[in-house]
């Protein structure tokens, strides 16, 4: 069975309530209605009805089942703008702000998170990565212990035996641009935990560089050597290994040979980047020159689980990201 199909058989049964912002959005009304049919979540699409009905007329969707709130018109608005309000006070929101952004289906929907009224939240098809993680990181914030929320991705590189079988865990790809060293610590642990929550697999971190244990000096392999050692000390159950180049991390003779003694040189399956730049570049250039499939970005760390969708989506990547996120909740 592929990946895919088991992380939605897996969240079938787990009768989640996801809220959908962007519930006017025509990919998104489709989507929900194949999340709906196939019991993959309970879904909330925030919109108005009118507007709703007219888009799962054209597409000929099955609204049974699926729940529509109109953010202006809904009996909690008032709880959530106060919510929102106590929340962000100290900030210098007023009660007033409060409610004119309660009206915005982003925050909207994470102050249904927020509140345990949905149990996650995916959006993106409209928004940008930067207007879909600014409600929710205000508002649902971090879990606890954990300072950044990061983005990986699930590659599934056909015909590849590095990683499992081709399968790899790329973080962060989506959120830190520049992470300190205790933010890259955090990433490891982090894309750990996503590699056993929604692979299956048991992780072995490689702390990519532009060196091999030693084989440049510069600050930002410093940073790399660093990074390492926190996640050494803060996680001692984590398998994990830096400074690695990329093949050091993936192959195992180039593992052996240049990182020997490694605990996952050359057998590494979660690949953390030392910056935004290399990660959004280098699972990008593995998906469009290995025709790797990039399953994500999933959001980690988040106190309950939000994610993303890239803006070019297809009805079949939310549908994907709905029952990924029904796993993490
Ligand atoms: N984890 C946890 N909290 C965070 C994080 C983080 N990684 N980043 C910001 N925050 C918090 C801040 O502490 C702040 O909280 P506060 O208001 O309570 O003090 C709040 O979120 C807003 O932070 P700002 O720094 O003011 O917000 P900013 O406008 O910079 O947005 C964002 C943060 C959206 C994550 C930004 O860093 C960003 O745009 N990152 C890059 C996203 C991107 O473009 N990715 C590439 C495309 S995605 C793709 O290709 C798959």
Same mark, same amino acid.
């Given at each position: 069975?592929?990946?895919?199909?088991?992380?939605?058989?897996?969240?079938?049964?787990?009768?989640?309530?996801?809220?959908? @912002? #962007?519930?006017?959005?025509?990919?998104?009304?489709?989507? =929900?209605?194949?999340? =709906?049919?196939?019991?993959? =979540?309970?879904?909330?699409?925030?919109?108005?009805?009118?507007?709703?009905?007219?888009?799962?007329?054209?597409?000929?969707?099955?609204?049974?089942?699926?729940?529509?709130?109109?953010?202006? #018109?809904?009996?909690?608005? $008032? $709880?959530?703008?106060?919510?929102?309000? #106590?929340?962000?006070?100290?900030?210098?929101?007023?009660?007033?702000?409060?409610?004119?952004?309660?009206?915005?289906?982003?925050?909207?929907?994470?102050?249904?998170?927020?509140?345990?009224?949905?149990?996650?939240?995916?959006?993106?098809?409209?928004?940008? *990565?930067?207007?879909?993680?600014? @409600?929710?990181?205000?508002?649902?914030?971090?879990?606890?212990?954990?300072?950044?929320?990061?983005?990986?991705?699930?590659?599934?590189?056909?015909?590849?035996?590095?990683?499992?079988?081709?399968?790899?865990?790329?973080?962060?790809?989506?959120?830190?641009?520049?992470?300190? =060293?205790?933010?890259?610590? $955090?990433?490891?642990?982090?894309?750990?935990? *996503?590699?056993?929550?929604?692979?299956?697999?048991? @992780?072995?971190?490689?702390?990519?560089?532009?060196?091999?244990?030693?084989?440049?000096?510069?600050?930002?392999?410093?940073?790399?050597?660093?990074? *390492?050692?926190?996640?050494?000390?803060?996680?001692?159950?984590?398998?994990?290994?830096? #400074?690695?180049?990329?093949?050091?991390?993936?192959?195992?003779?180039?593992?052996?040979?240049?990182?020997?003694?490694?605990?996952?040189?050359?057998?590494?399956?979660?690949?953390?980047?030392?910056?935004?730049?290399?990660?959004?570049?280098?699972?990008?250039?593995?998906?469009?020159?290995?025709?790797?499939?990039?399953?994500?970005?999933?959001?980690?760390?988040?106190?309950?689980?939000?994610?993303?969708?890239?803006?070019?989506?297809?009805?079949?990547?939310?549908?994907?990201?709905?029952?990924?996120?029904?796993?993490?909740?």
């Amino acid at each position: 069975m592929n990946l895919i199909q088991s992380i939605k058989d897996k969240a079938k049964g787990k009768k989640a309530t996801i809220v959908l @912002p #962007e519930g006017t959005e025509e990919r998104t009304i489709q989507a =929900a209605g194949i999340i =709906a049919k196939e019991n993959i =979540a309970k879904v909330i699409l925030l919109g108005t009805k009118d507007e709703v009905e007219a888009v799962a007329q054209k597409f000929a969707v099955d609204l049974s089942g699926l729940q529509i709130i109109n953010p202006t #018109e809904a009996e909690k608005f $008032e $709880e959530y703008a106060q919510d929102l309000y #106590e929340l962000r006070k100290h900030k210098g929101l007023t009660l007033d702000d409060a409610r004119q952004l309660t009206k915005y289906p982003l925050y909207f929907g994470s102050l249904m998170v927020n509140k345990g009224d949905a149990d996650g939240m995916v959006a993106g098809a409209q928004n940008t *990565t930067g207007d879909v993680l600014r @409600p929710a990181l205000q508002i649902i914030k971090t879990e606890k212990g954990i300072s950044s929320v990061s983005g990986a991705f699930i590659m599934i590189v056909p015909d590849c035996k590095f990683g499992e079988n081709g399968i790899m865990i790329f973080a962060d790809c989506a959120v830190n641009p520049n992470p300190t =060293a205790e933010q890259l610590a $955090e990433i490891a642990y982090l894309s750990g935990k *996503t590699a056993k929550a929604l692979v299956g697999f048991e @992780p072995k971190v490689g702390m990519l560089s532009f060196s091999t244990k030693g084989s440049a000096k510069h600050e930002l392999v410093d940073k790399v050597v660093k990074a *390492t050692q926190i996640a050494r000390e803060k996680y001692p159950d984590l398998a994990i290994d830096g #400074e690695l180049q990329a093949d050091a991390a993936l192959v195992p003779e180039v593992g052996s040979s240049k990182a020997p003694g490694s605990e996952v040189a050359g057998n590494v399956n979660v690949l953390v980047f030392p910056d935004l730049q290399a990660g959004n570049i280098g699972y990008k250039l593995v998906q469009r020159l290995a025709k790797a499939e990039a399953v994500g970005p999933v959001l980690q760390g988040m106190n309950k689980p939000v994610n993303d969708l890239s803006r070019g989506c297809s009805i079949d990547d939310i549908v994907n990201t709905v029952a990924m996120t029904v796993l993490q909740c």
